[in-house]
């Protein structure tokens, strides 16, 4: 497929059920394979993208945010944190040089 979108500000980019989803530190755009935009979400400090079964997750600075449908989701977020990531098992958090782990639940917020 050609493609026609500039990617010299692309972070991450995802493949999944005939979309592609674009991750600049800005915002997320996704499109369908012939190029026509369909949805585009504002962010903050986006650093990853992330596919766990047929659930597309958007990995910032303090925040994960699930694509559902036309929106965007926040599913974990803890704020004044250095680092926030999932494994598997648990969403984890550096904080004040310590490690923590929270388990995986369908909301969460650590203030």
């Not at 755009?29 to 993208?49: G, Q, T």
């Not at 598997?88 to 969460?108: H, M, Q, T």
């Amino acid at each position: 497929f050609s493609f026609n979108v500039n990617l010299e500000k692309a972070i991450d980019l995802l493949v999944y059920e005939k979309k592609v989803y674009f991750l600049e530190n800005d915002r997320l755009s996704i499109y369908n394979l012939h190029s026509e935009k369909i949805a585009e979400f504002p962010l903050e400090n986006a650093r990853k993208l992330r596919r766990e079964n047929g659930r597309i997750l958007v990995i910032e600075k303090n925040t994960i945010q699930e694509v559902d449908g036309d929106n965007l989701k926040t599913i974990f977020t803890a704020e004044n944190s250095q680092i926030v990531d999932k494994n598997s098992l648990a969403y984890f958090v550096i904080r004040d040089n310590n490690l923590y782990l929270y388990p995986i639940e369908k909301e969460f917020s650590f203030k």
